[in-house]
């Protein structure tokens, strides 16, 4: 009856590939009403004036509700800093200023789509311009302009990390490597645009249905801004078409509670839809932070690496989103999966008017593993030292410490991930030239990086769940009741393997309740690797609590239980002292790439990926996180350009934005699957979807000096930018 470890169907697959599982863009009420939105359009200005009389009076149109209609407009998941509608009329001091080209200024509900479009354009606003900074290091400055003249800067987080004595190691060291790198903002593209329906249930909650990461957060931050207690918001998750940290933040959640509860205060009982466009959707929520890095590493000439210093500037556009999270994982991670006895770093996450930068798979990881990766890539090239044998000298060990001084929890693998990448790339030996063409030559890069799982730095942490227990003599069927959104990845399934597993039941006896503020308590978030571990955490002991209740004659026997992992700490504020997490993965890759010296075409050819997951729960979902991380991770490393130009995006649509095709795909993908207990995971188990993306983007560029001799330190590694590092086009003045 062994149902963990097992390639089980997904519960959803049948639903998905017939056609008949509702997304929330899919959903249709009786009688309801289309709602369309007005963006600002522009990055810096003050709402001097705001008409809305003649979009009232267009035809179709019921309803136009302004920042005046806020009860409380201010949300954000980490500081309420973002108004809910920009302009004049709210409580709030600054309320009335734009950031950014999607700040939202008013609603129009309308009897279609249609009619809502030509209301919304029928609004006129009187703006007053204000300076526009877009480079998060111009924005440091002590006479920038503020973009939230309540604050002294536009600093709005730093981090320290001092450990050990940084300037004597690096003038011990054999050799001091320095280097500046940018990594690039890039949008999710996620295949469901933001969509939902709002409307007032039978219970007379405000209600939405919408596809999100965390019900019981959206619940708060509506709750909050529409000033109603907590039990008058319901949040519904129907399917949920991809989010990777993009639905963290509000989209359309609280615009869609706060039109139907408006209009039920008129006496209009109707539901409200929306969805928005692919440009809505580009310019309206946040993406992976742009950052600039700097990094001087110390080494001994038998490359140990003995010091560090760090200088990490994040972009976090308009608002502070999850800045302060991604910073965090950034500062933690910009030194690698390395002991270093001498570390410092210095991070900052800094207001622009760009789009806000937010949480997006391995938030901070992919950033700082591409600095600390392609560091330790050049000093083995500069000490001529194999890129795999200067990490065996270095990496992170049982009992090692971090560069926060203190050491891993147990359970550390990364030794052991490094070897079994570095056996499995033995195949690209003698691969290296490309048939024939003499243009086309091919180069072999490693890297290797470790991720959190959960909530770090003390932020609380808990899951919870319950399962009730039917039948008579046996148990005839289980229902789990869990929040915790599926955005793709198959979460409900494993959640229902690990209650089938800790139940001893068959999976075909499980049903799951899911995703609903009325029927399920506070899970936290489908983030940060965590909900695999933290869920079946949670069931198991739900499970067991049943189960006693079970043999002791209760009918149905219900079981409640939250867990708590152990608790993290926040960096110290001198000397960035601190328990960062509770749990890690640890990942290994080598790639192998061709590039066109005529074209400046890069293409992934190949590339293994070792992943310690703790157990494999389901190993073809494993399977597939690993392939759709690495092939997401390759657009953001050689596709993916986001341009923004004065704070205004320019690539606002998927024929300027290109996301990889099938075409892009590389020709292979091995996932290599290793399973070295967690000792505090379920059954094992470590969270893993995050882990494969973050070393790609350095294996690539790794792969690519090997083929070609250049180091390029940003990307994505674009035509035009090849050739440039090629010298076949002049350098951008």
Same mark, same amino acid.
């Given at each position: 009856?062994?149902?963990?470890?097992?390639? $089980?169907?997904?519960?959803?697959?049948?639903?998905?590939?017939?056609? @008949?599982?509702?997304?929330?863009?899919?959903?249709?009420?009786?009688?309801?009403?289309?709602?369309?939105?007005?963006?600002?359009?522009?990055?810096?200005?003050?709402?001097?004036?705001?008409?809305?009389?003649?979009?009232?009076?267009?035809?179709?149109?019921?309803?136009?509700?302004?920042?005046?209609?806020?009860?409380?407009?201010?949300?954000?998941?980490?500081?309420?800093?973002?108004?809910?509608?920009?302009?004049?009329?709210?409580?709030?001091?600054?309320?009335?200023? %734009?950031?950014?080209?999607?700040?939202? $200024?008013?609603?129009?509900?309308?009897?279609?789509?249609?009619?809502?479009?030509?209301?919304?354009?029928?609004?006129?606003?009187?703006?007053?311009? +204000?300076?526009?900074?877009?480079?998060?290091?111009?924005?440091?400055?002590?006479?920038?302009?503020?973009?939230?003249?309540?604050?002294?800067?536009?600093?709005?987080?730093?981090?320290?990390?001092?450990?050990?004595?940084?300037?004597?190691?690096?003038?011990?060291?054999?050799? %001091?490597?320095?280097?500046?790198?940018?990594?690039?903002?890039?949008? /999710? &593209?996620?295949?469901?645009?933001?969509?939902?329906? =709002?409307?007032?249930?039978?219970?007379?909650?405000?209600?939405?249905?919408?596809? =999100?990461?965390?019900?019981?957060?959206?619940?708060?931050?509506?709750? /909050?801004?529409?000033?109603?207690?907590?039990?008058?918001?319901?949040? #519904?998750?129907?399917?949920?078409?991809?989010?990777?940290?993009?639905?963290?933040?509000?989209?359309?959640?609280?615009?869609?509670?706060?039109?139907?509860?408006?209009?039920?205060?008129?006496?209009?009982?109707?539901?409200?839809?929306?969805?928005?466009?692919?440009?809505?959707?580009?310019?309206?929520?946040?993406?992976?932070?742009?950052?600039?890095?700097?990094?001087?590493?110390?080494?001994?000439?038998?490359?140990?690496? #003995?010091? &560090?210093?760090?200088?990490?500037?994040?972009?976090?556009?308009?608002?502070?989103?999850?800045?302060?999270?991604? !910073?965090?994982?950034?500062?933690?991670?910009?030194?690698?999966?390395?002991?270093?006895?001498?570390?410092?770093?210095?991070?900052?996450?800094?207001?622009?008017?760009?789009?806000?930068?937010?949480?997006?798979?391995?938030?901070?990881?992919?950033?700082?593993?591409?600095?600390?990766?392609?560091?330790?890539?050049?000093?083995?090239?500069?000490?001529?030292?194999?890129?795999?044998?200067?990490?065996?000298?270095?990496?992170?060990?049982?009992?090692?410490?971090?560069?926060? =001084?203190?050491?891993?929890?147990?359970?550390?693998?990364?030794?052991?991930?490094?070897?079994?990448?570095?056996?499995?790339?033995?195949?690209?030996?003698?691969?290296?030239?490309?048939?024939?063409?003499?243009?086309?030559?091919?180069?072999?890069?490693?890297?290797?990086?470790?991720?959190?799982?959960?909530?770090?730095?003390?932020?609380?942490?808990?899951?919870?769940?319950?399962?009730?227990?039917?039948?008579?003599?046996?148990?005839?069927?289980?229902?789990?009741?869990?929040?915790?959104?599926?955005?793709?990845?198959?979460? /409900?399934?494993?959640?229902?393997?690990?209650?089938?597993?800790?139940?001893?039941?068959?999976?075909?006896?499980?049903?799951?309740?899911?995703?609903?503020? &009325?029927?399920?308590?506070?899970?936290?978030?489908?983030?940060?690797?965590?909900?695999?571990?933290?869920?079946?955490?949670?069931?198991?002991?739900?499970?067991?609590?049943?189960?006693?209740?079970?043999?002791?004659?209760?009918?149905?026997?219900?079981?409640?239980?939250?867990?708590?992992?152990?608790?993290?700490?926040?960096?110290?504020?001198?000397?960035?002292? @601190?328990?960062?997490?509770?749990?890690?993965?640890?990942?290994?890759?080598?790639?192998?790439?061709?590039?066109?010296?005529?074209?400046?075409?890069?293409?992934?050819?190949? !590339? #293994?990926?070792?992943?310690? $997951?703790?157990?494999?729960?389901?190993?073809?979902?494993?399977?597939?996180?690993?392939?759709?991380?690495?092939?997401?991770?390759?657009?953001?490393?050689?596709?993916?350009?986001?341009?923004?130009?004065?704070?205004?995006?320019?690539?606002?649509?998927?024929?300027?934005?290109?996301?990889?095709?099938?075409?892009?795909?590389?020709?292979?993908?091995?996932?290599?699957?290793?399973?070295?207990?967690?000792?505090?995971?379920?059954?094992?188990?470590?969270?893993?979807?995050?882990?494969?993306?973050?070393?790609?983007?350095?294996?690539?560029?790794?792969?690519?000096?090997?083929?070609? =001799?250049?180091?390029?330190?940003?990307?994505? +590694?674009?035509?035009?930018?090849?050739?440039?590092?090629?010298?076949?086009?002049?350098?951008?003045?």
């Amino acid at each position: 009856m062994t149902t963990v470890g097992k390639s $089980v169907n997904r519960l959803d697959a049948l639903g998905k590939v017939t056609g @008949s599982t509702l997304y929330p863009g899919d959903i249709n009420l009786p009688h309801q009403a289309y709602m369309k939105i007005l963006f600002a359009n522009r990055p810096h200005a003050v709402i001097r004036a705001l008409d809305t009389r003649q979009a009232e009076m267009a035809p179709g149109v019921i309803a136009v509700f302004t920042a005046r209609d806020v009860p409380v407009n201010e949300y954000g998941l980490i500081m309420p800093d973002q108004p809910v509608l920009c302009g004049p009329g709210s409580s709030k001091p600054y309320a009335d200023r %734009v950031r950014f080209i999607g700040d939202q $200024v008013a609603l129009v509900v309308a009897e279609t789509e249609e009619a809502a479009a030509r209301g919304r354009d029928l609004i006129r606003v009187e703006y007053e311009d +204000l300076p526009v900074i877009s480079d998060p290091r111009l924005a440091m400055q002590p006479d920038a302009a503020l973009l939230h003249p309540e604050r002294e800067n536009n600093v709005f987080c730093h981090y320290r990390i001092r450990k050990g004595d940084v300037e004597s190691a690096l003038k011990r060291a054999d050799i %001091v490597l320095e280097g500046e790198y940018h990594t690039p903002g890039q949008e /999710h &593209a996620f295949l469901q645009p933001e969509a939902g329906l =709002g409307y007032i249930d039978e219970g007379g909650r405000v209600t939405v249905q919408v596809a =999100g990461q965390w019900t019981h957060e959206d619940q708060e931050q509506i709750a /909050h801004a529409l000033n109603l207690p907590l039990e008058q918001v319901r949040v #519904i998750y129907p399917a949920i078409g991809g989010a990777f940290g993009g639905r963290e933040d509000m989209s359309v959640q609280i615009v869609l509670a706060l039109a139907a509860w408006r209009l039920h205060q008129r006496g209009v009982n109707r539901p409200v839809k929306i969805i928005w466009s692919r440009e809505e959707s580009i310019i309206g929520h946040h993406k992976r932070h742009p950052y600039f890095i700097r990094a001087r590493w110390g080494a001994t000439g038998e490359g140990k690496v #003995i010091a &560090a210093e760090m200088e990490l500037i994040a972009d976090g556009g308009a608002y502070a989103y999850t800045s302060t999270k991604v !910073l965090g994982n950034a500062t933690l991670m910009c030194t690698g999966p390395y002991e270093i006895e001498h570390v410092s770093v210095d991070s900052y996450a800094v207001y622009t008017n760009n789009i806000p930068g937010g949480a997006f798979r391995g938030f901070g990881g992919p950033q700082g593993t591409f600095a600390a990766e392609t560091q330790m890539n050049r000093l083995a090239e500069a000490l001529g030292i194999d890129p795999v044998e200067i990490r065996r000298r270095n990496v992170l060990r049982e009992g090692s410490l971090l560069s926060v =001084g203190t050491p891993l929890p147990k359970g550390v693998s990364m030794p052991e991930v490094v070897e079994k990448a570095a056996q499995a790339m033995g195949r690209f030996h003698g691969v290296r030239q490309a048939s024939g063409a003499p243009h086309l030559r091919r180069g072999v890069g490693f890297a290797c990086s470790f991720k959190n799982v959960g909530f770090s730095f003390g932020a609380p942490e808990h899951c919870w769940a319950r399962v009730e227990l039917h039948g008579k003599a046996e148990i005839e069927r289980a229902i789990v009741y869990h929040a915790g959104a599926d955005v793709g990845q198959g979460a /409900h399934t494993v959640m229902a393997q690990m209650a089938a597993e800790s139940l001893g039941v068959p999976l075909a006896r499980i049903e799951m309740v899911v995703s609903d503020t &009325a029927r399920t308590d506070n899970s936290g978030s489908a983030s940060a690797s965590r909900l695999t571990f933290m869920s079946g955490n949670s069931i198991r002991g739900a499970c067991q609590e049943a189960l006693q209740k079970w043999q002791a004659e209760e009918r149905p026997a219900i079981g409640y239980y939250k867990y708590r992992p152990p608790a993290t700490t926040p960096f110290d504020p001198q000397t960035g002292k @601190s328990e960062p997490n509770f749990a890690y993965g640890y990942v290994a890759q080598a790639a192998l790439v061709e590039v066109d010296t005529e074209t400046g075409h890069v293409r992934l050819v190949d !590339l #293994i990926s070792a992943d310690d $997951v703790g157990k494999a729960i389901n190993p073809l979902q494993v399977q597939g996180q690993i392939e759709g991380a690495v092939v997401q991770a390759a657009g953001y490393a050689i596709l993916e350009n986001f341009v923004e130009r004065d704070s205004v995006v320019l690539t606002r649509h998927l024929s300027t934005y290109l996301i990889p095709t099938v075409l892009d795909v590389p020709e292979r993908v091995e996932p290599i699957i290793l399973e070295y207990p967690d000792p505090i995971g379920p059954f094992g188990a470590r969270g893993m979807a995050e882990m494969p993306f973050l070393p790609v983007a350095a294996v690539v560029i790794a792969a690519v000096h090997d083929a070609t =001799g250049v180091w390029f330190h940003e990307f994505p +590694l674009t035509p035009e930018r090849v050739l440039r590092g090629l010298g076949k086009l002049p350098a951008v003045k």
